[in-house]
């Protein structure tokens, strides 16, 4: 996990140099149990002199951002007042005077700091500031979708029921079976495929037949309108929980019962179901 972390923060130094004309970018990620952030994403670096710098909360510009979870800006950092000066000989080895430090907040807990910054003291100004505190939401969003995929995927794991049609099945069922339509909710707001797909192989784990019925094939929005549908959910809601149209719903939901051979909304949940296409 903190390895698929460090490479958002790394697309987002990209992104950040890219738009802003930055020579230098570099960042990183508080370490479990430790109120410092290790630096191990550099860009734009002529020397290795800020590869795994530990910034320990309140002290310099970044742990000063940690410490205050807001964005901290200096126009020279060696001779600033704002800030103390533990890291001055690893800065001064890079050449970086001015400098701005953004913190990625997640769940209100900093969880790591991106840095950008010139070899020249002059202010940054505001539009650079602007979008270094994007590339840092950014991020946070990204980290954000990770854990809820986490605890959706932990949610869905419950002890394997004894047979029988106890109340106790019945309720593990169940749960699988909202934790099933969570995570095909949350799938498309997933940017990255290769996490995305990751998503949806679990999710084809959670049905109860393990691999669809090959007799019958579901596009992957005919699934997650019927995913909708057996929740309980009006063709408005499952429309506002997809990010479609009400009509688009309908579209998929027709397909799904043509295809399935159902005439109804119910009877297309209990053919779906049966072929393995849900829990």
């Known amino acids: 996990m903190r390895a698929a972390d460090a490479v958002e923060i790394r697309g987002a130094l ?8 930055l020579p230098v970018a570099f960042g990183g990620l508080v370490e479990p149990g430790r109120r410092q952030v290790r630096i191990s994403e550099l860009s734009g670096t002529a020397t290795p002199a800020l590869s795994a710098l530990a910034v320990t909360s309140g002290n310099g510009l970044g742990g000063r951002a940690v410490a205050l979870a807001r964005p901290c800006a200096v126009t020279d950092y060696s001779v600033s007042r704002q800030i103390s000066h533990e890291y001055d000989a690893p800065v001064a080895a ?15 807990r900093v969880r790591g700091v991106l840095y950008g910054a010139l070899r020249s003291a002059r202010p ?33 794991r419950p002890p394997r029921p004894e047979p029988g049609p106890d109340p106790a099945s019945r309720a593990v069922r169940e749960q699988v079976r909202e934790a099933h339509a969570a995570l095909r909710a949350l ?48 063709n ?19 397909s799904a019962m043509r295809k399935l051979g159902a005439r109804t909304r119910g009877q297309a949940v209990v053919a779906a179901r049966r072929a393995g296409w849900l829990p």
């Open 14 to 21: 990209a992104r950040l140099r890219r738009a802003t004309g």
């Open 94 to 108: 890079e050449g970086l005077r001015a400098v701005l430090a953004v913190p990625v907040v997640v769940r209100r």
């Open 124 to 156: 940054l100004g505001d539009r650079t500031l602007d979008v270094a505190v994007q590339a840092a939401r950014d991020v946070e969003q990204a980290l954000v979708v990770r854990e809820e995929v986490g605890e959706l995927l932990a949610a869905a």
């Open 187 to 234: 799938a498309p707001r997933i940017a990255d495929p290769a996490l995305r797909a990751e998503l949806l192989e679990a999710c084809a784990l959670l049905t109860a037949g393990g691999e669809p019925s090959a007799a019958v094939r579901l596009a992957p929005r005919e699934v997650d309108v019927l995913v909708c549908v057996a929740a309980g959910a009006t």
């Open 236 to 254: 408005a809601v499952a429309a506002e929980r997809l990010g479609v149209t009400a009509e688009t719903v309908k579209g998929y939901l027709r």
